[in-house]
């Protein structure tokens, strides 16, 4: 069950609650997303009930509302890939990633729960890897995995859906600059 | 040179975009070349240009030409784009 809270570059990742199923099917619902997602049908109230009462005590998957500045602005998750392990003992984590908020949507912020979770992962987790699978036809999610350091290693179903894999070094490589300029707390003025 | 100049060029130099597409209206991620790692080298090209330090949540907020425009103005009130 996840209780963790995570906070790192200026947001905060909650353990997602039964108050917050409203605002996450509404995000889930919307076209951009939905059209994104493996499964893209419209979700009903009764569906992601029944969803979150599936998930709200699993230990194979984590799920979090991101918050910045006291808003909420998205959600994120992690999969245990390996079977019967905990997100915690897993090597391998799926992770996701959507923003609802339109503001953020095309914002460089849009990277900073991922940075939070995934330091927070290969920092306290047994985390190696993680694994991506992403519709051939979502190149923003393409590009924003290779900016983290996805790299793709292999293509399924007639090419349709791309499979990502990052690593830990990887990872600290291609995410070196971003973490600083998401990192600056303290307002400067020079000259 | 003048400072709408001064701005053109940082974003045509960072962005690799020719200077007619520098308009207000341009926003991050809605040409393949502002992408995250462009809005990086471009802050760190105002930051140098205009000689100023922006802090992470201007960094953010940076998502246009007129976003840039007036987070320059808040750091040093002399910057004008007219």
Redesign the interface.
Known sequence: MNTTTVTGY?VTLVPITLEHQALLRQWRNSPDIKQCMFSNGTISEAQQLTWFNRIKGCENEWHWIVSYKGAFIGSTNIKATAEGASVSESPELEAGLYIGEGRYK????A?APTLAMYDYCFEQFQTQNFKARVKATNS?AI?YNQ?LGYKTIRTEEQGSVLEMLLTFNDYQNSTK??KQ??????????? | MENKEKLIKAFTESLGIEPQLVTDEL????IPQW???A??VL?AELENVF???????D??DL?SVAQAKIILQK??DSIEFA
Do not use: E, P, W
């Not at chain 1, 095309?106 to 912020?109: A, R």
């Not at chain 2, 000689?51 to 949540?57: E, F, R, S």
């Open positions: 200026q095309n914002n460089i912020l990277f923003a590009h900016k600059m971003l300029f998401l990192s600056r707390s303290v307002k400067n003025k020079r000259g | 926003t991050y991620n809605t992408d995250s790692t809005h990086m802050i000689d100023v330090m922006l802090d992470t949540d960094i953010i998502s750091y040093d």
